[in-house]
């Protein structure tokens, strides 16, 4: 898989669950930096540095459509279990909520993975 800089790509864990969205933003011989400052290996399955080869942790992959709402859904019901618990104000989950609706009417519409939110 070649990165190219300024390409969107994934972080997915180990059981292939979207983790975030980012932007490559340097890549060299070996390996990318990420938005967020990371280094990666250049095939994205390693971080750089990581040089054992049983490595099982989260890697990076091309975007695909439906990571965006695999994200926002799961972050929303993160941010759900902590405003029931009273550590996140109501306010803050009501701008969650905000984003990810759209979303979810697409999904109940069937456009589920598309991309397509109207």
Not at 24 to 36: D, F, P, Q, Y
Request: aromatic fraction near 6%; proline fraction near 3%.
């Amino acid at each position: 898989m070649d990165f190219v800089v300024g390409q969107k790509v994934c972080e997915e864990s180990h059981n292939g669950q979207p983790i975030r969205m980012l932007t490559v933003s340097k890549v060299g011989k070996r390996k990318m930096t990420l938005s967020n400052g990371s280094e990666w290996k250049i095939d994205g399955n390693q971080p750089w540095g990581m040089d054992d080869r049983y490595y099982t942790g989260s890697s990076i992959r091309e975007a695909r459509a439906g990571d965006e709402m695999c994200i926002r859904t799961r972050l929303a019901v993160s941010w759900a279990t902590r405003a029931r618990w009273g550590v996140v104000p109501l306010a803050v989950l009501e701008q969650v909520h905000a984003l990810v609706k759209p979303h979810i009417d697409a999904w109940e519409r069937g456009h589920i993975g598309t991309g397509e939110v109207k």
